[in-house]
């Protein structure tokens, strides 16, 4: 099945600093991703979904200018988390359909996460 | 997008089959059933998804009922690999849609 890659895989930052996550998608183009949020021992909560050569779309409740997000091409989408707090730490998750699957049938194909831990 | 009510947890026995429900009584007809399942610090996994008719893979098999209000995923065998949280997800057929997990069914198979 289709790749999906995030770096880093873990960080570390300190109270009020910014970081940046990537999300890839390896062996397909993805016109759209998805981010989202799991606390621990919680399910996974949408953040937002990115959109290539457009703005993204938050879901309620999901500050935009705290959590940017670029989409500036067909394999590559990233979040940054502007002026981290702790209560920021978090697993966070990408998605990615391909941009050559259509209809209900397509399939989301996930990345394995980033551990951020602020401190 | 329909809401979906699972078990927050079972066991199984290690080589004996799995069976993880599913209610979404309030499904609409043009929304499919997508069976995901993340194991530990791990992205989720696609396993299986249908409309109305059973289907089955190499992973698992999807049976749902005919008025489509719930539905059983299957894993045949199971391993200790096995061991994750399965969520059952209820998505529209729009492009571009977005998957909103529930709490999802963690499983625990057992030596």
């Known amino acids: 099945g289709a790749v999906v890659s995030q770096h880093p895989s873990w960080v570390i930052c300190k109270s009020g600093t910014s970081v940046k996550i990537e999300c890839r998608s390896l062996?397909?183009?993805?016109?759209?991703m998805f981010w989202y949020r799991q606390f621990p021992k919680q399910s996974l909560m949408l953040m937002a979904t990115?959109?290539?050569?457009?703005?993204?779309?938050?879901e309620q409740g999901v500050e935009k200018d705290k959590f940017l997000i670029n989409h500036a091409s067909l394999t590559l989408s990233t979040l940054t988390v502007t002026s981290a707090h702790p209560e920021d730490s978090s697993f966070y998750i990408c998605?990615?359909?391909?941009?050559?699957?259509?209809?209900?049938?397509?399939?989301?194909?996930f990345g394995p996460g980033t551990r951020l831990t602020v401190t | 997008d329909a809401k979906t009510t699972q078990p927050p947890s079972m066991d199984c026995a290690e080589g004996r089959a799995a069976n993880l429900p599913c209610n979404h009584s309030?499904?609409?007809?043009?929304?499919?059933v997508y069976w995901y399942r993340q194991i530990h610090s791990q992205g989720p996994q696609y396993i299986i998804h249908?409309?109305?008719n059973n289907e089955t893979n190499e992973m698992a098999s999807l049976i749902i009922t005919e008025d489509r209000k719930s539905s059983t995923l299957i894993l045949p065998h199971a391993t200790l690999r096995d061991t994750a949280v399965y969520y059952c997800?209820?998505?529209?057929?729009?492009?571009?849609?977005?998957?909103?997990f529930g709490s999802g069914t963690k499983l625990n198979v057992k030596p």
């Open positions: 998605s990615a359909r391909d941009l050559l699957s259509s209809g209900p049938t397509y399939e989301q194909y």
């Open positions: 062996d397909f183009q993805a016109t759209t």
């Open positions: 990115s959109n290539e050569g457009s703005k993204a779309t938050y």
């Open positions: 309030t499904i609409s007809g043009n929304e499919y």
């Open positions: 249908g409309l109305k």
């Open positions: 997800i209820v998505r529209a057929f729009v492009n571009f849609n977005k998957f909103y």
